[in-house]
């Protein structure tokens, strides 16, 4: 297979030149890669940090390697039956080196395996297979998963969340979670409340949908607290989320900073809001750093390198993963890799 020759509109194409020449994934002789990352959508602030990380690693790569690396971003529109699609589409048309998903629905991705053509496949933030719980490769032409299990930082958050509402009963805490039919904030939520279920004082004041928007999150929160404004907690999946919770909570004349308030993501703003305050942590989470990971795996296989089958995300973050005030006091050169 050879790639000069391809045009893609839209792409990065990084280059330099060098005498080492690359081997494609069919074995001939090469020095370009072609990159697809299917985004489980494009319009999403985190999917277009994992994208950043991918264009950043594969800049870094092409200086260190001396070899063209192009990258294309596609939009799965938080729709199952489109991103299958498209990884169908990029794993048989030979348009495609390797592949890179976020996945939105990863057990319903598994039906794409084995693909068409012999490409490696990286799976970012969850895995692609029936066990949304199961980080190692499941299906035959996945070859990493940059990820931690979503159950992880979801015990987190609700442990952080138990020790918070100590000496209060009732403890009401409400959950404000992404999108309430995809497997992995079903397997979030049921985290949460395997948690705080096992302690009498608390409370779940319920469970509402944020979209991973900041206004879905507003009307959602609003919702909830019409039902109960004596609150004493949330609990998001999103930092983009609770930044909708925490102008909610204003809107009726509660103070964020006087309950307990925690988001996920580690974006500019969360970390901000940490810091002043007016949340009392958040799950730190760096997608930048997953896409370069995740780009890296799939250029060490295409090379015939190692390829590290898991990686780790919160191990990435280098502290915490919750975030509280005093821990972004002590690391203050993190800001955030996104914007929510």
């Known amino acids: ?6 045009i893609l509109a839209g792409i990065g194409v990084l280059a330099l030149s060098g005498s080492l020449v690359a081997c494609s ?3 001939e002789g090469d020095d370009s890669y072609s990159i697809i990352f299917l985004a489980a959508s494009s319009q999403n602030g985190y999917n277009q940090a994992v994208y950043s990380g991918i264009e950043e690693r594969a800049s870094q790569l092409a200086d260190e390697l001396g070899i063209e690396i192009e990258t294309k971003i596609q939009d799965g529109q938080f729709d199952a039956n489109t991103q299958l699609s498209q990884l169908q589409n990029a794993g048989t048309t030979g348009k495609a080196d390797g592949i890179i998903v976020v996945p939105h629905d990863g057990p319903a991705l598994g039906a794409a395996f084995p693909l068409g053509q012999d490409i490696p ?3 970012v933030l969850n895995p ?12 035959e032409g996945v070859i990493s998963t940059v990820a931690t299990p979503p159950a992880t930082g979801a015990k987190l958050q609700a442990e952080s969340a138990v020790e918070y509402c100590e000496g209060i009963d009732p403890c009401k805490i409400g959950l404000l979670a992404g999108l309430l039919n995809s497997p992995l904030d079903i397997e979030r939520i049921d985290a949460w409340k395997s948690v705080l279920g096992e302690h009498d004082n608390i409370k779940i004041a319920g469970t509402v949908e944020g979209a991973y928007d900041r206004d879905q999150s507003l009307t959602a929160v609003s919702n909830l607290l019409q039902g109960d404004k004596d609150i004493n907690g949330i609990i998001s999946s999103a930092d983009q989320q609770t930044m909708g919770a925490q102008i909610a909570l204003e809107n009726a004349g509660i103070d964020p900073a006087s309950i307990f308030l925690t988001g996920s993501g580690g974006t500019t703003e969360g970390i901000k809001a940490v810091l002043e305050g007016t949340w009392t942590n958040d799950y730190i989470n760096v997608p930048a750093s997953m896409g370069e990971e995740a780009l ?3 250029i060490n296989s295409l090379q015939g390198e190692k390829v590290q089958t898991v990686v780790d995300a919160d191990e990435l973050v280098g502290f915490g993963p919750i975030a509280t005030k005093e821990d972004l006091e002590a690391h203050p050169d993190f800001t955030g890799e996104w914007n929510g």
Do not use: F, L, N
């Open 1 to 6: 297979m050879k790639h000069t020759t391809r």
């Open 25 to 27: 994934a069919d074995g």
């Open 121 to 123: 496949v990286a799976s």
């Open 128 to 139: 692609i297979g029936p066990d949304i719980t199961e980080m190692e490769p499941q299906v």
């Open 296 to 298: 890296q795996q799939v």
